[in-house]
């Protein structure tokens, strides 16, 4: 009884604050339970295992949002992992984001926040081959597109629309410019 009167301590301490540095302990103290006292003013009990896996998720999110943005591998690995945990939960209503709102605007449901974090994962992984590979960034690109189409993330479908056309018309100069080259230096038969 001890215990689960310090998850719920703590539970409502992170719904209120929004403190990230709660959700390490949390996790750990809602492991050593069965089931908590749902959010609100019933008294009805849930399951502790959907919860201790949203906040797996929203830990993950924490270091996404401490992450450097000039660490593309990084955020890359994170947004991947993140999906992953998403997509295992997907079936399951969110529990905290009602409270506690992700700052990407994805708060409402589960396979929401999966598309998003499978989205920026695909544009992070386009950034990594744009130079070494611009066709397989290309194809990243257009998988970041579907994914964001599917969180509902119109801004995120804008600018991933914006790099593919951009990425088009360099592709079809160099193409162009190719040609040009090869027509200009070709010997006389």
């Known amino acids: 009884m001890a215990t689960q009167a310090l998850a719920n301590s703590m539970l409502y301490r992170y719904l209120i604050t929004g403190n990230a540095s709660i959700l390490p302990p949390l996790l750990q103290v809602l492991n050593g339970l069965q089931q908590i006292e749902t959010i609100g003013p019933e008294r009805t009990m849930m399951p502790t295992v959907p919860l201790c896996a949203e906040i797996d998720c929203r830990m993950v999110e924490t270091a996404i949002a401490q992450a450097s943005t000039d660490d593309i591998l990084l955020l890359r690995d994170l947004h991947k992992l993140a999906g992953e945990k998403f997509k295992a939960i997907m079936r399951n209503p969110l529990i905290t984001y009602e409270y506690v709102k992700a700052r990407d605007g994805h708060n409402e449901r589960t396979d929401e926040r999966y598309f998003f974090h499978n989205g920026m994962y695909q544009y992070y992984e386009a950034m990594t081959?744009?130079?070494?590979?611009?066709?397989?960034?290309?194809?990243?690109?257009?998988?970041?597109?579907?994914?964001?189409?599917?969180?509902?993330?119109?801004?995120?479908?804008?600018?991933?629309?914006v790099l593919l056309d951009k990425r088009w018309v360099v592709s079809l100069i160099k193409r162009v410019w190719s040609a040009r080259v090869s027509y200009w230096w070709m010997p006389p038969a």
């Open 129 to 161: 081959r744009k130079d070494s590979d611009p066709a397989a960034a290309a194809d990243d690109l257009s998988l970041a597109m579907q994914s964001f189409q599917r969180s509902n993330d119109q801004r995120w479908v804008q600018s991933v629309k």
